[in-house]
């Protein structure tokens, strides 16, 4: 599993942990024991707190990961375009062209 949903993940355990303290410390504060009730609420913060974290946590590294694959494609796209133009060039007849081509298709190939 990916740390962006082990993320995700940890933060809807925390969530419904929160909810389970929420309605813990209802009951209680309905039954007027407010110790309990107090108890329950400061649980309830608590994990509520966790998964906020969490949450963060899981959006921050799933946006790198789309900064990532973004910067990968442009590259690539770059890539193609060199390749394209090198070999429109190619056709052209000059030797010095063939010779760029070819070592950038080892490049590519190598990569």
Same mark, same amino acid.
């Given at each position: 599993?990916? @740390?962006?949903?082990? *993320?995700?993940?940890? #933060?809807?355990? %925390?969530?419904?942990? /929160?909810?389970? &303290?929420?309605?813990e410390a209802a009951k209680y504060d309905k039954a007027e024991d407010h110790e @309990?009730?107090?108890h *329950?609420?400061?649980? #309830?913060?608590? %994990?509520?707190?966790? /998964?906020?974290? &969490?949450?963060a946590e899981a959006a921050k590294l799933h946006a790198e990961q789309c900064d990532r694959s973004l910067e990968a494609a442009s590259e690539q796209e770059?890539?193609?375009?060199v390749i394209t133009g090198l070999c429109y060039l190619a056709c052209s007849g000059s030797s010095f062209v063939?010779?760029?081509?070819?070592?950038?298709?080892?490049?590519?190939?190598?990569?």
């Open positions: 599993m990916s @740390k962006t949903w082990e *993320h995700y993940h940890h #933060a809807s355990r %925390h969530h419904e942990r /929160a909810a389970y &303290h929420y309605k @309990k009730a107090a *329950h609420a400061y649980l #309830a913060h608590g %994990h509520s707190q966790h /998964a906020i974290h &969490h949450d770059a890539q193609e375009k063939y010779d760029a081509l070819f070592a950038e298709c080892r490049r590519s190939v190598a990569s």
